[in-house]
Each structure stands twice: as C-alpha cells, then as structure tokens.
C-alpha cells in the first residue's frame, strides 16, 4: 500500500469489489490485474480510463523492447498520451532514460497516472505535463527532440475499433494517421505509435518515405494480439 492516504478527486476510483463496478467497464474489472498488477494496493482510475491502459505484461515488453533498441544517443523518453500512467510507469521502471516525460489532458486521468506511478516507486523517474500534447512538444519539448524517443498510444475511437476486420487508420478519431505523423514530425526519427492489432498495414506502408523502413510488432497475451506497435526511425530491432 502507498505509505501517502491522498483522497482521489471525485471522478476518481479505486473499486474494491464487482458490485461497485459500473456494468460497461465490468470486463475489464475481472482483468485489473493484468492491467495493474498492484491493483490492490490502491490503483486509481476514472471509469473512462479502463479502456485505454496498457496491460502491464504489454507495457513492460514495450518498455523492454525500446529499451533495447534506442539509438545510444536517445536519453529521453516522452509518453504523449500518458493516461492513468500504464506505460509510462513501465518506461520509468525499465531504468533505460535518465527522463520519462508523461503528457496528459485529462486532470483527473493525470492525478491517476501520478498516484499509480508512487505505488511503483517510480514518481521521481517522471516530469508530468498537464495539456495538449502537440502544443506541448511543439512548446516545451520542443529542444528535446534531438535526444528523444517518443511513444504515443493515441485514442482509437472507443471499444468500436474492435468490430473491423481491418482498421482504417486515415479514420481514426480523433487523429489519423496522417494527423499524427505530421504532428510528431520532430520526433520521427525515434517514435513508436501504439494502433489496433487489427490496422491495416497497407495505410501503414504508405507513410514510409524515402525508403526508409518501419518495423511492425505484434503484442499478444494469452496468445492472442492485444495491438501492435510500428516502430519508426533508429530503433534497432533485432
């Protein structure tokens, strides 16, 4: 448990039992320790933020993997859709950055991620920024990118995703694909987007300029992909 007691702002949870648990988000309950594995010692999330935390075995691998195969010269992480903090927690763990910067507009979603980041003992290893995450990598991280990889696991359009056979990443709300890349255009030379295990790779190819290559990873539990991530620039994945 927290050695802190902080009180959770009002739209802010942490459910101790099935009963409490809104009916929509009652599936991703019975998953909460995949999705935190200290779920039980006082992980806050808004009811919102269910849907889109990274469970922790996939976030852990991610982290692993651009560990690993960041360009030497690559020092800061940059999380530009932070959440209630799942992935970003798992780069600060990873001790691979000397800084993990976690970027999230949501108030009440950014309280979660830096609560759920001192259960991990991890909140020291993070600078958290409240706001729109283009201004604020065009604004006050701008210098950064020289020394920065960037990772975003953007909103997918809500659990809808899950109907298509083959996503449609130019239609992905609120920002497509193409929205993206020309936002992170800085940041490009070392960035990894987190998509649907379903998006359709030709829209993915299409992006790819100069031909310059992308590598494309599938993230399974259970042996079934939970989504993908197209790594993008230096990272060296061997």
Not at 97 to 110: A, F, M, N, T
């Amino acid at each position: 448990m927290s050695e802190e007691t902080e009180e959770a702002p009002p739209d802010v949870h942490h459910y101790q039992d099935r009963s409490e648990v809104p009916w929509d988000i009652q599936n991703y309950w019975a998953q909460r320790y995949k999705i935190f594995s200290k779920f039980d010692e006082g992980i806050w999330l808004t009811d919102d933020a269910w849907f889109g935390v990274t469970p922790e075995p996939v976030a852990n691998k991610i982290a692993e993997h651009m560990a690993s195969s960041a360009p030497a010269g690559c020092s800061i992480l940059i999380d530009a859709f932070a959440g209630a903090g799942g992935n970003t927690i798992a780069f600060a763990k990873s001790g691979r950055w000397k800084r993990v910067y976690g970027i999230e507009k949501d108030h009440s979603v950014l309280q979660c991620a830096k609560h759920n980041a001192k259960i991990y003992g991890v909140q020291d290893k993070i600078t958290w920024f409240e706001g729109d995450c283009f201004e604020i990598l065009r604004n006050q991280l701008k210098v950064l990118a020289p020394y920065s990889a960037i990772f975003a696991s953007p909103p997918w359009g809500g659990p809808g995703y899950r109907s298509d056979d083959v996503f449609n990443l130019r239609k992905m709300e609120p920002y497509s694909l193409q929205f993206l890349r020309s936002e992170f255009s800085l940041f490009t030379e070392n960035m990894v987007l987190y998509l649907p295990r379903t998006s359709n790779l030709k829209q993915l190819a299409m992006e790819v300029k100069d031909d310059k290559k992308v590598m494309v990873m599938h993230y399974c539990m259970e042996t079934s992909s939970k989504a993908l991530c197209v790594y993008y620039g230096g990272f060296n994945m061997q």
